[in-house]
């Protein structure tokens, strides 16, 4: 089971929780602030999804085994959840419902679609992978050896999140072996066929190129009532550009009675 972070719900609700499913590199972590304020008006579930945080290491990362993954944590809470996804937790999020559409009331996938893309962050896990980690005491240092490969200095504080200052020598909490083998598949679209016939909402950002228009007939042909919105002047990680913005749109999707 992955390991997920329980937000209980701060009032008594008939809402089902909310699952959030992180990006590539991230974790549950990651989402905490958003998922205590969205924790008002039902219980969140935040996963750190597998070769990511706390979860268990395995050399399988295709997108059907993630969708296995998120639907045995829907099915130990309740069987039905509302999802949201980001980047490649988005991508996996799709296909859980396309796998597993009766684990899902509602879908809000965020800035990604299904296809495949052409880049690939290759580069950033060599980078990770050329710290001499054993050398490094704290994270000014490690942020120091990071910045000899990456200029971006919050891609840097991002990533930097993964690395465990607790054990000896410090470690990744990113198996990187496993996703530097899947990265092919990782910004690929694996051969699925299905619809889900319920609520989704693709949530772009406006400085964002991920979602492209002509990607919308692919999409309606898998989710018959996908909407689209974007949020203004933000880019890929449009959660966290523009959090209020996010979360709002969020709220309003979740709480929408139209369907």
């Given at each position: 089971?992955l390991?997920t972070?329980?937000?209980?719900?701060?009032?008594?609700?008939?809402?089902?929780?909310?699952?959030?499913?992180?990006?590539?590199?991230?974790?549950?972590?990651n989402?905490?602030?958003?998922?205590?304020?969205?924790?008002?008006?039902?219980t969140?579930?935040?996963?750190?999804?597998?070769?990511h945080g706390?979860?268990?290491?395995?050399?399988?990362?295709?997108?059907?085994?993630?969708?296995?993954?998120?639907?045995?944590v829907?099915?130990a809470?309740?069987g039905?959840?509302?999802?949201v996804?980001?980047?490649m937790?988005?991508?996996?999020a799709?296909?859980?419902?396309?796998?597993?559409?009766?684990?899902?009331?509602?879908l809000?996938?965020?800035?990604?679609?299904p296809?495949?893309?052409?880049?690939?962050?290759?580069?950033?896990?060599?980078?990770?992978?050329?710290?001499?980690?054993?050398?490094?005491?704290?994270?000014?240092?490690?942020?120091?050896?990071?910045?000899?490969?990456?200029?971006?200095?919050?891609?840097?504080?991002?990533?930097?999140?993964?690395?465990?200052?607790?054990t000896?020598?410090?470690?990744?909490r990113?198996?990187l072996?496993?996703?530097?083998?899947?990265?092919?598949?990782?910004?690929?679209?694996?051969?699925?066929?299905?619809?889900?016939?319920?609520?989704?909402?693709?949530?772009?950002?406006?400085a964002?190129?991920?979602?492209?228009?002509?990607s919308?007939?692919?999409?309606?042909?898998?989710?018959?009532?996908?909407?689209?919105?974007?949020?203004?002047?933000?880019?890929?990680?449009?959660?966290?550009?523009?959090?209020?913005?996010?979360?709002?749109?969020?709220r309003?999707?979740?709480g929408?009675?139209q369907?």
């Amino acid at each position: 089971m992955l390991n997920t972070v329980i937000y209980p719900s701060q009032q008594p609700t008939d809402n089902p929780p909310l699952l959030i499913v992180h990006g590539l590199f991230g974790s549950a972590r990651n989402w905490g602030v958003m998922a205590r304020r969205l924790s008002d008006v039902r219980t969140v579930l935040a996963v750190d999804m597998r070769n990511h945080g706390s979860s268990f290491w395995s050399d399988a990362h295709s997108y059907e085994a993630m969708a296995d993954d998120l639907a045995k944590v829907i099915a130990a809470h309740g069987g039905q959840a509302d999802v949201v996804g980001h980047s490649m937790g988005g991508k996996a999020a799709m296909v859980l419902a396309l796998a597993h559409g009766a684990a899902i009331r509602r879908l809000l996938v965020g800035d990604i679609a299904p296809v495949a893309y052409q880049h690939d962050q290759s580069p950033n896990i060599k980078a990770m992978k050329s710290l001499n980690l054993s050398a490094i005491r704290n994270r000014a240092e490690a942020d120091a050896a990071l910045a000899q490969s990456l200029a971006d200095e919050s891609l840097r504080a991002f990533l930097l999140q993964s690395l465990d200052f607790k054990t000896t020598p410090i470690s990744w909490r990113i198996n990187l072996e496993a996703l530097e083998a899947s990265m092919p598949g990782i910004v690929g679209w694996p051969d699925i066929s299905g619809q889900f016939e319920g609520p989704v909402l693709f949530l772009s950002g406006g400085a964002s190129h991920y979602v492209q228009t002509e990607s919308r007939l692919k999409i309606r042909a898998y989710f018959p009532k996908a909407r689209f919105a974007k949020i203004p002047n933000v880019g890929h990680w449009l959660h966290a550009e523009n959090p209020r913005a996010f979360e709002e749109t969020l709220r309003l999707f979740l709480g929408s009675a139209q369907d």
